[in-house]
């Protein structure tokens, strides 16, 4: 079957402060466990990496285990292709690490994640990091480019 998921639909949302880290970490790894219990063999993801840095959307296939760019950009420079596994990757290392605020949304189906958050020090400014999924297409259908 082939689909498009929009973002715009509904999305499981959960967000934490400190006191409630330890609940978002486990979100985060219930949902990896959702996804690798179900991903698609084959699919196409559009990232957009949030953070004051001059990264550009990431456009990526993951057919089987091969993970490969479809456009990382105009420069592409240093910019490597992600995949699910590599946002929950990403995800824990930053739960993983003292943080004042973080947050996460999930896709209702597939429990990837579609967007998150995470700033470090409330206190200091442009430390904060987060991605948002702008694109998933399982299957044979993909992203537009």
Sequence with gaps: MRRIFGLLGVTCIAACLPACGDQLLEDTQAARQRWESQRPSRYEIVVEQRCFCREQPRHTTVDGSRVSAVN??????????????????????????????????FHPEWHYPTSFSVDPDSGAHDDEWGFAVTCFAEGEAHCPK
């Design 72 to 105: 990382v950009g105009s420069t592409g420079v240093g910019m490597a292709p992600l995949g699910v596994e590599q946002l929950f990757d990403a995800m824990l290392r930053r739960l993983d690490a003292d943080h004042d605020d973080a947050e996460a949304a």
